[in-house]
């Protein structure tokens, strides 16, 4: 087990280390002023991110989701509940998108599709519900930790 600590942290190391070097790289080349001045310093740095992120999920779904069930085997039906929690959640929040073009666009600016229009609308809607079940969560969560407290 210790030698899976070991190998984690420099795995980490290697990470922060390729991170910090693209970063460094893109602020030594300059970032551009506009998308016509594109000196491929943006590309490689986003790539970079999606990576990163694919890693996390990665780790957090496939790996944790693992060493749950090996513990415990019924935090699968958890897992599933609250996966068909935030599907039942995008489902209400695409329904209540309504897809309207948005106002104050450039007049040279490409006119997004019906179907942009639906995403976009489905996932400000989802920013907002998310946000504010956060903001309430941690209210309440104070609250009743006061309460239990005294």
Do not use: Q
């Not at 749950?68 to 019924?74: L, Q, S, Y």
């Not at 695409?94 to 997004?112: C, F």
């Amino acid at each position: 087990m210790k030698k899976y600590g070991f190998l984690i942290k420099i795995i980490e190391l290697v990470l922060i280390v390729i991170s910090v070097a693209i970063l460094v790289w893109g602020f030594v080349k300059g970032f551009p002023a506009t998308v016509a001045d594109d000196n491929g310093t943006v590309d490689p740095l986003l790539y970079w991110a999606y990576i990163m992120i694919g890693l996390a999920l990665f780790a957090i779904l496939i790996i944790g989701l693992g060493i749950a069930i090996k513990n415990n085997p019924k935090v699968l039906l958890r897992y599933g509940l609250i996966l068909v929690g935030a599907a039942a959640l995008c489902l209400v929040c695409y329904l209540l998108a309504k897809g309207e073009m948005a106002h104050g666009l450039s007049p040279t600016a490409p006119i997004p599709s019906a179907a942009e229009l639906k995403f976009t609308d489905t996932i400000l809607n989802l920013t907002y519900i998310t946000g504010a079940a956060a903001i309430v969560a941690i209210i309440f969560g104070e609250i009743i930790m006061a309460i239990r407290n005294k």
